[in-house]
């Protein structure tokens, strides 16, 4: 048996990820734990339920990985606030101590959160590397095109190369400042939300607007190049040199300073939030044809933080030249946790790969799970009221009948998702066809933007029939956004009239596939709303304690954990805290 741990910290979206022989058998984000959105800190508590859910110690470990090399990161940071000094002396300072307490002692750190059980050497890979092996490895392909973008790794902000067998090779990149993630992320600030977590709201906002400033950022804030590369204008943004993204210069062409977050969203805000998702979309397209011309694979790759915008990977399906493309559920930083796990394994020891027809992440169910016991002993302590509904098939009728009234349902069942949105096993779900359910879900029990919009999530077998997705095509991680055939969705439907649409067969997720199964047979409608179990500002729900406390604190109608039911009408004070 060989165990490899591969780990994310230090930055955002802390990861646990433990491979047993190759396969993956758990993966777990730290903020699931700690119940601190996007938790940067070492990932203790993940690690923890990997090594338990293997049955294994620390000591056990064969190798334990780290998805990027701190040195390489301190020396683009020292070269960056050199190059502004003086400008950069108040960064420099707050960044300094976390460096020199934590990230340039790293295999002390990693050592000493493992208990000092594990005595083996240590390996780091860049930054990119580990986004393109969790790209590449669990995809089904035997050879592909890889692409990956984000803010930065190391030096890197987007790389370009190909997968083939057991083996990864990376031949081009673009080097920070110049970033794509770095420059969405600025106009995410400008409008603003938070960087590194708000991105997709932006990406939300953006059909409401009109794309009134794509020639004056392209004329002004950066150069695009025929093969999608870039370079960014650096007087208009203050990261290299500030804690801030943009600078009054950037200020001044748009006419005011950054929105206050939480103020009124402006016109302004969403024809910008129009205009750079416009920009982005060109220059992930772009970068999508001249990667091709280079590999001439009929297959693409992709991960890092750009390869979230769900909006520019449905055009690189629909108008890019690959037939197929994969996108790695974790593709932030968690997921390079997984990335240096298989990195190891397959491109280190050279093991073996056998591609599966789907892929190898196993529907990215991959987190923690509660016995039946174990939720009855956490809502007895609770005073909660509630049925055991041992029978799954009774389970599921009672479930979609609830829903088929119109009722808001949450729904923590099985293992959690490793990754950023919600698959089944910890959502919310409500019925598609009711016109004023995005109203009610987003003010009432998400607390969040009215104009965010819902996913639907579809039968596999039906998804023709309501969505426009390229045929043979799926959309298991919910990464891919088409337009709606139809006017009978109005709650999952956006403004622009598309969708983010969550595709659900037996072999992924067979129980939430019997769910929507039975939804169907009693309703003749094959679709639901899902949205993460999760209120603004919070991690999705990591317990049976958190489903129940978030379920009790808004206004959602029924819970389902595991095989307890229970309506909020039936609860002492029937209503939300």
């Excluded at 955002?12 to 758990?26: C, K, N, P, R, T």
């Excluded at 959160?113 to 860049?126: D, M, Q, T, V």
Aim: aromatic letters at 10%; a neutral charge.
């Amino acid at each position: 048996m060989t165990a490899i741990l591969g780990l994310s910290a230090f930055y955002h979206d802390s990861a646990a990820v433990l491979l047993i022989d190759g396969e993956i058998v758990a993966a777990a984000q730290e903020e699931r734990f700690t119940r601190k959105k996007h938790d940067a800190a070492f990932p203790i508590h993940a690690i923890e339920f990997c090594l338990q859910r293997a049955g294994i110690t620390a000591d056990e470990l064969d190798h334990v990985g780290f998805y990027e090399k701190p040195l390489l990161k301190f020396d683009r940071l020292l070269e960056t606030y050199l190059s502004f000094a003086p400008r950069g002396f108040r960064s420099f300072w707050k960044a300094m101590p976390a460096w020199m307490t934590e990230k340039l002692h790293l295999r002390r750190e990693i050592r000493r959160g493992l208990g000092n059980g594990f005595k083996r050497r240590i390996a780091f890979c860049h930054h990119h590397q580990s986004h393109a092996a969790s790209a590449f490895f669990p995809s089904p392909f035997d050879q592909a095109a890889i692409l990956t973008m984000d803010g930065v790794g190391e030096w890197a902000t987007t790389t370009m190369g190909v997968g083939q067998g057991n083996k990864i090779q990376l031949t081009d990149e673009i080097r920070f400042p110049h970033s794509l993630g770095l420059l969405y992320s600025a106009f995410t600030y400008y409008c603003g939300f938070r960087v590194n977590s708000g991105e997709y709201k932006l990406m939300g906002l953006a059909p409401y607007g009109q794309p009134k400033y794509v020639d004056v950022i392209k004329d002004r804030l950066l150069t695009i190049h025929e093969d999608g590369s870039f370079h960014l204008n650096l007087d208009y943004f203050g990261y290299c040199q500030s804690l801030r993204m943009t600078t009054p210069k950037f200020h001044r062409l748009f006419g005011r300073p950054p929105r206050q977050r939480d103020s009124e969203i402006e016109d302004l805000d969403r024809d910008l939030a129009a205009s750079i998702q416009v920009v982005t979309e060109e220059i992930v397209l772009r970068s999508a044809r001249h990667l091709y011309e280079k590999t001439k694979s009929s297959n693409l790759c992709l991960a890092g933080g750009v390869a979230l915008n769900c909006v520019a990977n449905g055009r690189v399906l629909r108008e890019g030249p690959f037939d197929s493309i994969w996108i790695q559920p974790a593709a932030g930083d968690a997921g390079g946790a997984l990335g240096v796990a298989q990195f190891i394994w397959h491109q280190l020891l050279d093991k073996p790969r056998q591609p599966t027809k789907n892929d190898s992440q196993r529907g990215s169910l991959l987190g923690p799970e509660s016995s039946s016991d174990q939720v009855q002993s956490v809502l007895d302590r609770q005073g909660a009221v509630y049925e055991v509904i041992s029978d799954p098939a009774e389970l599921d009728r009672r479930t979609a009948a609830l829903l088929a009234e119109g009722l808001v349902v949450g729904r923590y069942a099985g293992r959690a998702e490793f990754g950023p949105r919600a698959l089944g096993n910890r959502s919310i779900l409500g019925d598609p066809r009711c016109s004023d359910m995005q109203s009610t879900m987003n003010l009432k029990i998400k607390f969040r933007e009215s104009f965010r919009p819902f996913a639907p999530v579809v039968l596999l077998d039906h998804v023709g029939e309501f969505f426009d997705l390229a045929d043979g095509h799926t959309s298991p991680y919910m990464l891919l956004v088409c337009q709606t055939k139809t006017d009978a969705l109005p709650a999952v439907t956006h403004v622009d009239g598309s969708a983010r649409v969550q595709t659900v067969d037996k072999e992924k997720n067979p129980r939430f596939e019997a769910l929507l199964a039975e939804f169907h047979r009693q309703t003749g409608c094959p679709v639901l709303i899902n949205t993460s179990f999760n209120v603004r500002g919070e991690p999705i729900v990591g317990s049976p304690e958190d489903a129940f406390r978030c379920f009790m604190k808004t206004e959602m109608d029924a819970l389902v954990i595991e095989d307890c039911l229970l309506v909020k009408e039936g609860q002492r004070g029937g209503q939300a805290e």
